[in-house]
């Protein structure tokens, strides 16, 4: 088990801009945001990190091959030892040329064309959820986490992998355990380390048998693309594929689960928005870009400097942490009108929900495909709210909701005099 100090409040106020336990900030984090955002679009904490909250600024970091991973001491904690000794990143989290080698293997088997022939699935499952909750909760509450936001990414990206029935339901309980300790290691306590740690320990042999065999009866699911995947003569490693399902498993569930509860918590304190997407249903994607935007399942990505850089007129040294603070770029009024406003209809420059540049979230057209089919669906329901202030998730990289319990709404017929439906 990763040995993990004990919380130091006063190390982690010093480290950030912010405080990740207050429970304000947790309920709502955009107020904290636009008043570090005031001080400038890039801020430096007493202990040297440097925090940027600009959206222009954000984007330009992104795309600067300048600023990486380097020796990945920061997210070390999500590298694997091989038995050879040899250290496995997950490509997320290396630079160029190794990042560049995995991501077009990984590429080759999760192009966007091969996602989209999924949408019938999407839409036939959570058909399938909904309906099982109805009838589970009868008149009483749903929670939207619990019934449609978990399994749906799960039973998709199953479905994606070719991972057996036997295994699907291990295999989300696995996926949301390594989610939760994406946090860094001194956000979370020993606890939620070992489950964390022991969870991607199991993925990994459960990967790996399903990899051997896929070698020798392949078939059209992701896992078999990957064994077979080659570019430029190279070939994932066993390693690789299981570190790299594991981490496209883990971090594509915990986006995905988060964008369709964000956005539907948006959604339901937002009725106007909910009519104008009941009138315009063909309109769901651009929805669900508004929603990710709005609230970010994923608010924090953090860099490294590589090389000397001036970040808007800050000159940033090799070996300088960066937190690009994507929920407060993603608010900056420089380039959204009225930010904090859910507008579904919203036309303006790209939310930077899924990253971008060249560590773009590679998991993208499966969340938003997913996303798309829970938000279409939910969204044709008469759904109300059972509370305005529902628990979450006390994550600052991921943001998310603990439960989402709501009604449906049913109006009965009424009759007329005459005897017919009024």
Excluded at 378 to 401: F, H, K, Q, Y
Aim: aromatic residues 6%; glycine residues 8%; negative net charge.
């Amino acid at each position: 088990m990763t040995e993990v100090p004990a919380l130091d409040p006063g190390f982690i106020a010093q480290l950030l801009p912010f405080d990740p336990f207050d429970p304000a900030f947790l309920a709502d984090p955009y107020p904290v945001y636009a008043a570090i955002r005031e001080k400038g679009p890039v801020t430096r904490t007493p202990l040297g990190l440097w925090a940027v909250t600009g959206h222009e600024v954000s984007s330009a970091v992104l795309r600067d091959p300048r600023f990486g991973w380097g020796d990945g001491a920061t997210v070390a904690d999500h590298f694997r030892t091989a038995a050879d000794g040899s250290v496995v990143r997950p490509f997320i989290f290396a630079d160029p040329p190794e990042h560049t080698r995995i991501r077009a293997l990984v590429g080759k088997a999760f192009a966007a064309r091969q996602v989209d022939r999924m949408r019938a699935t999407a839409e036939r499952i959570v058909r399938e959820l909904i309906e099982a909750a109805r009838a589970e909760a009868g008149d009483g509450p749903i929670d939207l986490m619990a019934a449609v936001a978990h399994p749906l990414p799960g039973r998709m990206q199953n479905a994606l992998l070719g991972v057996p029935e036997g295994y699907a339901a291990r295999f989300d309980e696995l996926s949301a355990d390594i989610a939760r300790g994406l946090d860094p290691s001194f956000l979370l306590t020993p606890e939620e380390v070992a489950r964390r740690d022991q969870a991607r320990a199991e993925l990994y042999g459960y990967i790996g048998e399903l990899a051997e065999q896929r070698r020798t009866d392949p078939g059209t699911d992701l896992i078999s693309e990957l064994v077979s995947a080659e570019e430029g003569g190279e070939q994932l490693t066993p390693d690789e594929l299981e570190v790299t399902c594991t981490l496209l498993l883990s971090a594509g569930y915990a986006t995905t689960v988060n964008l369709i509860g964000n956005g539907m918590l948006a959604l339901l304190r937002a009725p106007e928005q909910r009519d104008w997407l009941r009138a315009h249903p063909d309109q769901v994607s651009a929805a669900v870009e508004e929603m990710l935007r709005f609230d970010a399942p994923v608010q924090m990505i953090s860099r490294t400097a590589l090389a000397e850089a001036e970040i808007a007129g800050q000159l940033v040294q090799p070996g300088d942490q960066v937190m690009l603070m994507i929920g407060a770029a993603n608010h900056d009024p420089a380039v959204y009108d009225d930010p904090e406003r859910l507008q579904l209809d919203r036309r303006t420059t790209r939310n930077l929900g899924f990253g971008l540049g060249p560590h773009f979230c590679v998991g993208a057209p499966l969340a938003r495909l997913t996303a798309q089919a829970a938000v279409s669906a939910l969204s044709a329901l008469d759904l109300e709210l059972v509370t305005e202030s529902p628990t979450r998730v006390p994550n600052i990289i991921m943001r998310g909701l603990a439960e989402l319990p709501v009604r449906v709404v049913v109006h009965p017929f009424r009759v007329s005099g005459a005897g017919g439906c009024a």
